[in-house]
């Protein structure tokens, strides 16, 4: 156990899957605010919004100007969540470089975020990634409900694993396991992680994007890390949760991963204590207390004792 190599690469998606269930809206001036703060902290890849219709997510009615009013940093990868088509060339009219487009392997999740089955959500989103990909743009294909759904519960691993061998297929460069409720374990991240590296091309980056709704958040993303998964997704403060699932609490905080790495001895380039500041500047905008611990934590007696000499 714990034989890591390599480093981890966390994605925070504080202003897309953090905001998006928020009444309060955010402007772009605080979006590029918090934009600012992630990158000083070391999070180099950021999910800033989704291009959505804002009738259906009004929180993201801002993402075409936030990108084109961003300043790109060295080094950091800005990143959005796209559904179809109209969303694609809407990412592709500002520049978006590096999309994450995705499906349910969920009818019932599927049906109420898309109003699509299964497989036509799967037929209609095959052209939007060939379409992304012959315009060079990196492709993170995902799988929503993969590890459980908060209207039917279980979801078939052969389905998952069918679903992300066809992405496979296409030629995307990583793809994204979502427990979009919440409602995985270690065994279940575990095995079916495992499984998906054996059946999908050694070339394909498998990432995880995980909550944390009864508690085992943190504990899946070390039962990823042991069936081999390098890259994450969390939200500063775990804010988060999704509009069309019931009870789907945030994502695990981005601090809380990058000080569980810290402590595990793996590189994520985050330096999670700078992180506090954005999330107490949300807490204080939204009104309330967010779910993330490490924010929350003051610095340990030994580090003021070192910090002194």
Not at 67 to 74: A, D
Not at 108 to 128: F, L, Y
Not at 256 to 270: L, R, Y
Request: charged residues 25%; contains cysteine.
């Amino acid at each position: 156990m714990f034989a890591f190599d390599g480093c981890v690469l966390i994605e925070d998606e504080f202003l897309r899957d953090g905001l998006q269930n928020e009444k309060r809206t955010f402007s772009v001036e605080e979006k590029l605010g918090f934009i600012t703060q992630l990158e000083d902290a070391g999070v180099s890849r950021i999910q800033i919004g989704s291009f959505v219709h804002p009738k259906w997510v009004p929180q993201m009615a801002n993402t075409d100007e936030l990108f084109t009013r961003l300043k790109p940093r060295e080094g950091v990868t800005y990143t959005a969540l796209v559904l179809n088509g109209a969303g694609l060339d809407r990412a592709l009219a500002v520049g978006v470089k590096h999309l994450s487009i995705s499906v349910s392997a969920s009818e019932t999740h599927s049906q109420k975020n898309t109003n699509r089955s299964v497989d036509e959500g799967r037929a209609k989103i095959k052209p939007v990634i060939e379409k992304a990909l012959g315009e060079g743009i990196m492709v993170r294909a995902g799988i929503q409900s993969a590890l459980g759904c908060g209207f039917e519960g279980h979801i078939d691993p052969d389905r998952v694993c069918e679903i992300a061998r066809d992405f496979a297929a296409m030629g995307v460069q990583e793809i994204n396991i979502a427990d979009t409720a919440g409602l995985s374990n270690p065994r279940a991240v575990y095995e079916l992680c495992c499984r998906l590296h054996d059946e999908i091309r050694a070339d394909v980056n498998l990432s995880l994007h995980l909550h944390d709704t009864r508690g085992l958040g943190i504990a899946n993303f070390v039962a990823g890390l042991h069936a081999g998964v390098r890259v994450f997704d969390a939200a500063a403060g775990g804010l988060g949760g999704c509009p069309f699932v019931p009870k789907a609490t945030g994502n695990i905080a981005t601090e809380d991963v990058a000080f569980a790495c810290e402590e595990m001895g793996i590189e994520t380039g985050i330096n999670w204590q700078m992180l506090k500041a954005p999330v107490e500047q949300a807490e204080a905008l939204l009104e309330r207390t967010l779910p993330g611990r490490m924010a929350h934590m003051p610095p340990p007696p030994w580090a003021q004792l070192s910090e002194e000499k």
